[in-house]
């Protein structure tokens, strides 16, 4: 398995793709102006208070206000309200939580009103970036990431990830992390931690307990609200959440993010750092790596895949809805349970990489062929789970319904990433399809045809797209006669318009 990860950058905007054996699973576009990220910490005060949500109303600059509900508070709020009064007032000029009084927890099923009131100071931490028309999702139980642990003010857990699942591994990490956990802060250990000697784990720690305190020096100036710390950029926070030794190349067009990127993995796996790379040509490097192709086939309301099946994605105020199709195709399976189960599979596979894809949170609901088997609906259980594995973000799938709907959650921090993957109608008013979709639309068709035993086969089509598929090599004809070992005879059709082409047959009967 390979990975590689191509950066390109903007003026406004920087755009980080994942491929995965060839094949792109991640998109994200970095904002330069974005100033709610997940992870910021922001010191702001109180404004509204309400029983009935049993929340508050934090404003943190944004248009609309921060949401603050009373299990994000966080059971030790009343230490951190206390902290921040005697670091704003200077009484407390020592950050360390070593000698600081706890107050008592809060109730978990308490009340808001008797724990914040209104022009409060306090500390917020960016849990949901703002989504549609709501504005920020807020905690006031803070963190601090590093590497391989993450810090937690106000606390005394050790906790260790659970995808680390060796008992004597996990013993290990605890009693280690409990021999140099600092006191007043509790201890994540993260996945990455596996294996790793007491010596990393204590310079992580020290690295977040500098975060905290240059933190907590910007409190006592800061006006309300202000951001006192920062959440690394994607770059960064990728190199150290998700970087390991499985990537086989990481190219950048922008000799800035090369630097960064190269020293911070020069830091924590010296032997990587050659896989970073400078690309300096002038054909721009989403192009090189096939990447624009990717993206306008991948980000449609429609998306095929192999054997004639395709989805269809919507997203709707309250959820996202998938719906699989397989095709008007036929194929050799004996039946029509076969038939299903096969594009089913398919279907699976591609649902977990458009999920990761466009980073689709919340409720999503697919509708898959239905199946009669409870051995069919189990293994397409599996399938999902399987595809759904690496997927970093939080996410539960429940098992197939009478009806073939499969409900997932997944975890929703950022807006799903939408790309406009139409264009302007070059013939008239309106839009239609990027060329390259409209290419895929074609491949699909061909191997219908061919599955129907075909052979003498010609394809009619605009001449601009007529042009794309004969140009270049290995071109688009090419490939169709490498993978399928028939030669399609392409004709340019100056009367067709341009979404318009048909196949035909030996005695030019259209086919498709």
């Known amino acids: ?8 950058s903007h003026e406004e905007t920087v755009d980080f793709a994942l491929k995965k054996d060839g094949k792109l699973v991640e998109f994200h576009q970095e904002n330069n102006d974005n100033k709610f990220a997940v992870g910021d910490i ?4 109180v404004k509204k208070v309400l029983t009935g949500l049993n929340a508050a109303f934090v404003p943190v600059g944004y248009t609309k206000d921060g949401f603050l509900h009373y299990n994000d508070l966080g059971p030790q709020i009343s230490s951190l309200l206390k902290f921040i009064k005697n670091v704003n007032s200077g009484k407390l000029k020592d950050f ?10 809060i109730e978990k099923d308490g009340s808001i009103a008797e724990t914040v009131h209104p022009n409060q100071p306090i500390l917020v931490q960016i849990v949901k970036e703002p989504i549609s028309t ?6 006031s139980e803070l963190s601090l990431a590093g590497r391989y642990v993450v810090l937690v003010p106000f606390s005394d857990r050790i906790s260790i990830s659970q995808k680390i699942q060796e008992k004597d591994e996990k013993d290990r990490l605890k009693r280690l992390v409990k021999s140099i956990k600092p006191k007043g802060f509790g201890v994540i250990v993260r996945t990455v931690a596996d294996g790793k000697k007491v010596a990393e784990l204590d310079q992580d720690i020290q690295k977040l307990l500098g975060r905290w ?3 907590c020096k910007r409190i006592q100036k800061a006006d309300h609200p202000t951001k006192v710390l920062s959440e690394l950029s994607w770059a960064s926070s990728f190199v150290r959440d998700m970087f390991n030794d499985t990537y086989t190349s990481i190219c950048t067009d922008d000799e800035e993010l090369y630097t960064q990127i190269k020293d911070r993995i020069a830091s924590i796996l010296p032997e990587k750092e050659s896989i970073v790379k400078l690309y300096n040509n002038k054909v721009p490097i989403f192009e090189k790596f096939g990447i624009e192709r990717q993206i306008k086939t991948s980000f449609g309301r429609t998306v095929s895949m192999s054997k004639g099946a395709y989805l269809v994605i919507d997203h709707t105020e309250a959820m996202h809805v998938i719906d699989v199709n397989s095709g008007n195709r036929s194929n050799k399976a004996k039946n029509q349970e076969d038939t299903a189960l096969e594009v089913n599979l398919i279907s699976a596979v591609e649902v977990a990489r458009q999920l990761r894809l466009r980073d689709m949170g919340g409720i999503i609901v697919v509708d898959f062929i239905d199946m009669r088997k409870a051995e069919n609906r189990k293994a397409l259980f599996n399938q999902l789970s399987e595809a759904m594995k690496d997927d970093p973000a939080k996410h539960k799938i429940l098992p197939p319904t009478k009806f073939g709907l499969i409900q997932i959650t997944r975890q929703r921090v950022r807006p799903a990433t939408q790309i406009k993957t139409r264009e302007e109608n070059p013939n008239g008013n309106g839009e239609i399809e990027a060329p390259i979709v409209l290419i895929n639309k074609i491949n699909v068709d061909l191997q219908k045809i061919l599955q129907k ?5 010609s394809l009619s089509a605009h001449p601009f797209i007529a ?3 004969t140009k270049g090599f290995p071109s688009p004809r090419s490939k169709w006669f490498f993978d399928h070992k028939r030669w399609v005879k392409i004709l340019p059709r100056d009367a067709y318009t341009y ?11 259209i086919i498709a």
Do not use: Q, T, V
Not at 1 to 8: A, D, G, V
Not at 96 to 105: A, D, P, R, V
Not at 453 to 457: E, F, P, S, V
Not at 499 to 509: I, T
């Open 1 to 8: 398995m390979s990975k590689e990860l191509i950066i390109r």
């Open 42 to 45: 922001y010191l702001a005060k």
């Open 96 to 105: 360390n939580l070593k000698n600081y009084s706890f107050e008592k927890e």
């Open 134 to 139: 709501k504005g920020p999702r807020l905690s």
């Open 213 to 215: 305190k240059n933190m």
């Open 453 to 457: 035993g075909h052979k003498n086969i």
């Open 467 to 469: 042009a794309f598929l």
């Open 499 to 509: 979404l318009e082409y048909h196949f035909h047959d030996s005695e030019g009967k």
